[in-house]
């Protein structure tokens, strides 16, 4: 079946340094890619996503590309703020499916 | 709009007392889904429903869990009896069927079973 897989965490960075959170998936198909942001207390929310090989999702300083011929999704930012601090998951939606498939989750800890 | 709602936000019981968490999906969405989420085990999917419609409860844990969608904007989860190790945050997360397929999660409702 579908699958999702993230780089180990903790992860633990100073302010200003650039992230790179590694993510692969295991999906039949074009499946839709998801990066999903979890503050402290908070629900998961959408940070951004890419439905189609090639595509470059993009917010807030932070960017992933759907490589196909990889399988991955890795998460980016070149500057990252202690306010980044939070858990991070890849997820994915098989062709057609509505369900999402998660990865672990990467907790991100940023120093001033 | 208001978001994705969830109550109770925090749920303190005792071992083998009935719990009812409770969830109102973002209007117009069509796609309900329950998750639980703990250290050990991450984010896990209970169960999803189409149109009020269940579509996969695999991922219940076991009889004791239940869920139901008797309208287009309410659902309810319930564990009776409820155990130690059902301790953990339920989150509830809605979506529209069409090409993002993106979910709304909602707040999350801490459960603390004694």
């Known amino acids: 079946g579908d699958s999702v897989t993230q780089m180990e965490g903790p992860v633990t960075l100073s302010e200003e340094a650039f992230l790179t959170i590694n993510c692969t998936y295991t999906?039949?198909?074009?499946?839709?890619l998801f990066w999903y942001v979890q503050y402290p207390g908070e629900g998961l929310q959408l940070l951004l996503k890419?439905?189609?090989?090639?595509d470059k999702g993009s917010n807030k300083g932070f960017e992933a590309t759907y490589r196909k011929e990889t399988t991955s999704f890795h998460l980016e930012k070149g500057s990252v703020q202690v306010s980044d601090s939070a858990v991070y998951f890849c997820?994915?939606?098989?062709?057609?499916?509505?369900?999402?498939?998660f990865g672990q989750g990467t907790r991100l800890t940023i120093n001033p | 709009d208001a978001g994705v709602i969830q109550s109770p936000r925090h749920e303190v019981t005792e071992m083998g007392q009935e719990v009812t968490l409770r969830c109102k999906p973002i209007s117009g969405h069509d796609y309900l889904f329950w998750y639980r989420q703990t250290m050990m085990r991450g984010l896990e999917l209970l169960i999803y429903f189409n149109n009020n419609v269940p579509i996969d409860d695999s991922g219940m844990p076991e009889d004791r869990f239940s869920a139901k969608m008797p309208n287009a904007s309410f659902s309810t989860l319930k564990i009776q009896p409820s155990e130690p190790r059902d301790s953990a945050v339920y989150f509830c997360?809605?979506?529209?069927?069409?090409?993002?397929?993106?979910?709304?999660f909602g707040p999350g409702t801490r459960l603390t079973v004694l």
């Open positions: 890419a439905t189609k090989a090639d």
């Open positions: 997820a994915l939606s098989g062709q057609g499916a509505q369900k999402l498939v």
């Open positions: 997360a809605s979506s529209l069927a069409g090409v993002s397929n993106e979910q709304f």
């Open positions: 999906a039949t198909g074009y499946p839709s």
